[in-house]
């Protein structure tokens, strides 16, 4: 097992990239097309700071590539690896959340029927959250 400890390491950090929301948002801002900082800040919301220590952390883990026209920075996404394995834990955890809500519905009709008032609570905390996201 001893010997394995590197490569344990190297998977550590590769899934740290994974570990930030606002990288994330870097990350699929830049997955399928070459964007500036100024063009990734505008499709995130992030901070000019913010996005350049994201997409400086990628680069520097040669996750994305980048490349200079002028004298704006251009990044991109050159891991694929890296995308599939957000994009397939994406889809997990959605058809997890709508499998779950599935469970619940049937648990959730019987409230209704015993207690309106507590279908209504639940409805209005769920859309506050819809709303939030």
């Keep these: ?3 394995l400890e590197p ?9 740290a990239l994974l570990s930030d929301p606002s990288r ?3 990350i699929h801002a ?21 996005v ?3 997409l400086s952390s990628l680069h520097q883990s040669q996750a994305a590539s980048r490349r200079k026209v002028g004298t704006q920075a251009l990044y991109a ?16 955890l959605v058809a997890r959340e709508e499998e779950h809500a599935e469970q619940m519905a049937p648990l959730r009709n019987q ?4 207690m309106p008032d507590a279908a209504n609570d639940a409805s209005a905390k769920t859309v506050k959250r819809v709303k939030r996201k």
């Design 7 to 15: 490569v344990f390491d190297k998977v550590a950090r590769y899934f």
């Design 24 to 26: 994330l948002k870097v």
């Design 52 to 54: 350049s220590r994201h």
């Design 111 to 114: 409230v209704t029927r015993f």
């Design 77 to 92: 996404i050159s891991d694929r690896t890296l995308t599939d394995i957000c994009r397939t834990a994406c889809v997990s």
């Design 30 to 50: 830049i997955c399928n097309v070459e964007r500036s900082v100024n063009d990734v800040v505008t499709e995130t919301g992030l901070t000019q700071s913010t």
């Design 1 to 3: 097992m001893q010997e």
